[in-house]
């Protein structure tokens, strides 16, 4: 049974740092991109960071960009989202996929998690 269970969200101070992760199985994830994805409550689902197969390059949304990291552990079948200096605005489901191909395209991935819910203070 093909899974991406993500884990790690809680509540932060504004400022604060976070770090979600994203456990796959039940498919060869070492074969697939990674992407992490958000939606906020009434809001479309926003693309936030993406990975190739092997972890040599990464997209990441202008919003995020030298905020948050995307890297994954193909050994442990695992991809991370570090999240540095988070904001309030930065509060959502976030959401792991997996896919052919590194993308801000959230129509590319097939498989995707169950998310995991952010909420930053102010």
């Known amino acids: 049974q093909v899974q991406l269970v993500e884990s790690g969200g809680e509540l932060v101070q504004s400022g604060g740092s976070l770090r979600l992760s994203c456990a796959a199985s039940?498919?060869?994830?070492?074969?697939?991109?990674g992407g992490w994805f958000r939606q906020a409550p009434g809001q479309e689902r926003f693309f936030i960071a993406a990975?190739?197969?092997?972890?040599?390059?990464?997209i990441y949304a202008d919003f995020v960009k030298g905020r948050f990291t995307i890297s994954r552990d193909n050994a442990k079948n695992t991809m991370v989202l570090q999240m540095d200096s988070v904001r309030p605005e930065d509060t959502a489901v976030y959401y792991c996929a997996a896919g052919p191909t590194p993308t801000r395209n959230r129509g590319v991935y097939f498989y995707w998690g169950q998310g995991t819910q952010v909420t930053v203070s102010s």
């Open positions: 990975i190739d197969s092997i972890g040599t390059n990464t």
């Open positions: 039940g498919f060869s994830f070492s074969s697939y991109a």
